[in-house]
């Protein structure tokens, strides 16, 4: 049986449906509440600095000379003690390293921060929060959160995708 009809011969009960008689006539109808305001600018400067974030991991790889980390590692290998502890490059190579998933990982919780509040401000009604954004410590990314606003700015404004689909694209380069 589907809802809204009654199969013959089915117990009847205080206020159900007759047959004929429409189904769920007090039901809300479908939809996400009112008509999407499209006067909201979603573009957020905030939103555009989480998107190119990663990218910043990617050009650290530039400035680090991996000549020398090379050079280095191959001769602590050949010429050194089997005992000798980590070279001198390895160990600056993984602070350095580990700082700056630090600073990214605390910059991604901010610009996102930033981006509700501005967000907030412009009159969208619950944004995505920004505390979904501590993702970024398990995951090394900030696309929880860029999902997450793109979906909610979406259903409020109608627009408001072109940071998800940059997103992709950086992370795909940054794949690469």
Avoid at 97 to 104: E, G, K, P, R
């Amino acid at each position: 049986a589907y809802p809204g009809t009654v199969s013959a011969g089915a117990p009847s009960y205080p206020g159900a449906p007759t047959a004929g008689a429409p189904g769920y006539a007090s039901a809300p109808p479908v939809g996400y509440g009112a008509a999407p305001r499209r006067d909201i600018n979603t573009n957020t400067v905030w939103i555009w600095l989480l998107v190119a974030l990663p990218l910043v991991g990617v050009l650290s790889l530039f400035a680090f000379d991996w000549g020398s980390f090379m050079r280095e590692s191959v001769y602590n290998d050949l010429y050194s003690e089997s005992l000798a502890g980590p070279s001198m490059a390895g160990t600056l190579l993984t602070v350095v390293s580990s700082v700056l998933s630090l600073v990214l990982a605390a910059a991604t919780v901010l610009f996102a921060f930033l981006d509700w509040r501005q967000l907030r401000a412009r009159g969208i009604e619950r944004p995505f929060h920004w505390a979904w954004s501590f993702f970024v410590l398990a995951i090394g990314s900030g696309l929880v959160y860029i999902i997450g606003r793109s979906v909610i700015v979406r259903r409020h404004t109608g627009k408001g995708l072109a940071p998800l689909w940059a997103a992709i694209g950086v992370t795909v380069v940054t794949w690469i």
